[in-house]
């Protein structure tokens, strides 16, 4: 009683005083320390009653009670709270809220505030409830937050549609950063923490939000004229809005993808794999830095540039990825020998280079058929810069896919290894048998399995006299090492080194074993017809007059005309060449025969994976549908290659016809594992 007079006495008193918060915030700031001693004056009374009859935290907090507030069962300090809310706030409220809210706007304009004025009246609204367990900030809620956060946003309203009239898109950015800044300030010095973020929010839905149309039509031309601050700007204030920085990322990866198919199609000069590595590697060089710079390494604006590097580094030009082909070719270059030698710390560093650019290929088996076939082509003519790089490389390779990617390209490795020493065991076999093989032979027995070679379609013919010995007595070799063996001479990837003897100076020249075998056929004539190389050498028409003309072209042999069937070839006695080493038609390269070659059987190798995907999720699941079954094989196949729908369908068709699957025949959509 004596409580509810003396706060009715006050009330009085500050409604007469000319600055009714000031007379409000020092009453308050009297009653509520009275209130504090009187509450330890009657602390037994709290002690031995009062909480005997309260319901516990747990209860308030989590019960389902709904328990009123009642004057007889407050703590002593609770129940002065309570009559200063009743008969103090209540009659107040509609002033004290007109009142802060002026202030405010005041403090918005420039105007002096007090702040600890301020902030202790409005403190004293949710001080006056904070022994309420549930929702302790209502009452401020109730009677002051809900009424100031939509007059800020009306306020924040008419502010952003001023801006806009008076300032152009970069200078509207400037002007709100500075408004969010100092609304945020003027939060913390007056407002309860609560209240903090639902300002924040109001003023970025009022100035932002609303307005988002208006950033959305500028970031593009930004982005194109790499205006960082004004970037920089609009990644701030569109950050916090939910989706709102969804547009802004999308244009960022239609940039980057621009600027890497612009890269791609303006490949030019001779050296085009290491100028294709160069560019995928320069130019995401410049949006990284624009990532890390203006939009402090968003996660989400990575992963926008790792899909516009993918974009770009597997973007199909007239139907066809060149990416992987381009790729290999830049690690022949690198790993074959050279006049110019790098130190191994640069030769590692390019390496590297190309395996972040491989990171992002799609078509990674079709890389690995192109790689192992310089690989084979360096082994074979033995042209690797050195072993040690080559095992470098595959270990790269390894960390990158797994095992499985490079089990064939280690077992080439092995094979070389075993050739060394198959080499050194028929020597010693041929100084047992005291057979004189009569010319250096140099053998490399390879598995058809791990090595790409092709094993038949290559033209036969007549093995020249001087390499029959050698080939026959390897066979017998070889037949009584190992038993069942059957080994394929692979004619076509041989090579000679042949001593030309009837000239003033003396050539060594390496050829290939058919072009050893035609001049082989001069040794004791100067002129063949067309007709009797053919039947000496028993290669067919076709082939034979594709190795004459290159004999011809290097001015070897000479004839006239077109060559035909009636052409006759004179062995050139006045031949000279500056150099006294040097190769002819040598297959070091490619052949654009050997890449379609490449294509076709990566062809077959992924009707095949996919077909054993098929079978192995089906053989887990039982029973699966369509979607799921599909979806799946994608996930499955993308550490190799992204897996055609169309194709992933066919598979499906072909293991169905023999009778790996089946459809159910009560859902359409679905299929059954046949066991």
């Given at each position: 009683m004596f409580s509810r007079k003396h706060v009715e006495t006050l009330l009085q008193t500050v409604l007469h005083d000319d600055d009714i918060l000031a007379a409000y915030h020092k009453y308050w700031q009297q009653y509520s320390q009275g209130a504090i001693y009187?509450?330890?004056?009657?602390g037994y009374l709290n002690t031995a009653?009062?909480?005997?009859?309260?319901?516990?935290?747990?209860?308030?907090?989590?019960?389902?009670?709904?328990?009123?507030?009642?004057?007889?069962?407050?703590?002593?300090?609770?129940?002065?709270?309570?009559?200063?809310?009743?008969?103090?706030?209540?009659?107040?409220?509609?002033?004290?809220?007109?009142?802060?809210?002026?202030?405010?706007?005041?403090?918005?304009?420039?105007?002096a505030v007090n702040q600890a004025v301020l902030h202790g009246v409005l403190d004293s609204f949710v001080?006056?409830?904070?022994?309420?367990?549930?929702?302790?900030?209502?009452?401020?809620r109730s009677i002051f937050e809900d009424r100031f956060l939509q007059e800020t946003g009306e306020y924040y309203r008419q502010v952003a549609s001023q801006l806009r009239s008076e300032h152009n898109c970069s200078e509207y950015m400037e002007k709100v950063i500075q408004k969010i800044r100092h609304e945020n300030m003027r939060s913390r010095k007056f407002l309860h923490p609560s209240s903090y973020e639902k300002v924040s929010e109001e003023i970025q839905n009022k100035l932002v939000d609303d307005h988002i149309q208006l950033f959305h039509a500028a970031c593009e031309e930004m982005l194109h004229l790499d205006r960082r601050k004004d970037l920089s700007n609009m990644y701030s204030l569109l950050k916090p809005i939910q989706n709102g920085l969804n547009y802004l990322i999308d244009k960022v990866e239609n940039a980057i993808k621009r600027t890497g198919l612009e890269a791609v199609q303006n490949l030019k000069g001779k050296n085009i794999p290491c100028t294709f590595v160069k560019s995928?590697?320069?130019f995401p060089k410049k949006y990284s830095e624009l990532i890390r710079i203006v939009f402090n390494n968003d996660l989400k604006f990575i992963q926008a540039l790792d899909k516009a590097c993918v974009y770009a580094i597997n973007v199909k030009i007239k139907g066809e990825c060149k990416s992987p082909e381009l790729l290999a070719k830049y690690y022949d270059n690198i790993l074959r020998q050279s006049p110019k030698e790098i130190s191994e710390m640069e030769l590692d560093e390019k390496l590297d280079n190309g395996i972040t650019v491989f990171r992002y290929l799609e078509d990674k088996d079709l890389y690995q058929r192109f790689y192992s076939r310089f690989l084979a082509k360096r082994l074979i003519y033995n042209l690797s810069t050195s072993m040690d790089a080559e095992e470098s490389m595959i270990n790269k390779l390894k960390q990158a896919c797994g095992y499985e990617f490079t089990?064939?390209?280690?077992?080439?490795?092995?094979?070389?290894?075993?050739?060394?020493?198959?080499?050194?065991?028929?020597?010693?076999?041929?100084?047992?048998?005291?057979?004189d093989i009569g010319l250096g032979f140099s053998i490399l027995v390879l598995q058809a399995g791990a090595w790409p070679i092709r094993q038949s379609g290559f033209p036969t013919f007549a093995i020249p006299r001087e390499l029959e010995k050698s080939v026959q007595m390897f066979e017998t070799f070889y037949n009584n090492i190992f038993c069942g063996r059957k080994l394929i001479w692979v004619h076509y990837s041989c090579m000679a080194v042949v001593q030309f003897n009837y000239l003033k100076k003396l050539y060594t020249v390496t050829m290939g074993t058919y072009?050893?075998?035609?001049?082989?056929?001069?040794?004791?004539?100067?002129?063949?017809?067309?007709?009797?190389?053919?039947?000496?050498?028993?290669?067919?028409?076709?082939?034979?007059?594709?190795?004459?003309?290159?004999?011809?072209?290097?001015?070897?042999?000479?004839?006239?005309?077109?060559?035909?069937?009636?052409?006759?070839?004179?062995?050139?006695?006045?031949?000279?060449?500056?150099k006294l080493r040097f190769n002819i038609n040598v297959m070091q390269k490619i052949t654009a025969k050997e890449v379609e070659h490449t294509n076709r059987a990566v062809d077959n190798d992924r009707k095949m994976y996919l077909e054993a995907t098929i079978?192995?999720?089906?053989?887990?699941?039982?029973?699966?549908?369509?979607?799921?079954?599909?979806?799946?094989?994608?996930?499955?196949?993308?550490?190799?290659?992204?897996?055609?729908?169309?194709?992933?369908?066919?598979?499906?068709?072909?293991?169905?016809?023999?009778?790996?699957?089946?459809?159910?025949?009560?859902?359409?959509?679905e299929y059954n594992y046949v066991a």
């Open positions: 009187v509450n330890q004056l009657f009653y009062i909480k005997k009859r309260k319901l516990s935290d747990a209860d308030l907090i989590y019960g389902e009670i709904n328990f009123d507030t009642n004057e007889q069962e407050l703590e002593i300090y609770d129940l002065f709270l309570h009559i200063w809310k009743r008969h103090m706030i209540t009659p107040l409220q509609g002033q004290l809220t007109t009142l802060i809210s002026q202030e405010i706007m005041k403090d918005r304009n420039g105007g001080s006056i409830e904070a022994y309420k367990k549930r929702e302790p900030v209502q009452f401020y995928m590697l320069e089990n064939k390209l280690h077992q080439m490795f092995t094979d070389m290894s075993i050739s060394r020493d198959l080499k050194k065991k028929f020597e010693n076999f041929c100084r047992k048998k005291k057979f072009h050893t075998a035609i001049l082989l056929l001069f040794n004791n004539t100067d002129s063949l017809t067309f007709q009797e190389l053919k039947e000496t050498s028993e290669l067919p028409e076709k082939d034979l007059k594709k190795e004459l003309q290159v004999l011809v072209k290097s001015r070897i042999l000479l004839t006239e005309g077109e060559i035909n069937a009636y052409s006759e070839f004179i062995l050139n006695r006045n031949y000279s060449n500056k079978v192995r999720i089906m053989k887990a699941r039982k029973c699966t549908r369509h979607i799921l079954l599909v979806n799946e094989v994608i996930k499955q196949s993308k550490s190799r290659f992204t897996p055609n729908v169309n194709l992933i369908k066919k598979c499906i068709e072909v293991l169905i016809d023999r009778n790996f699957i089946e459809r159910s025949l009560s859902k359409p959509d």
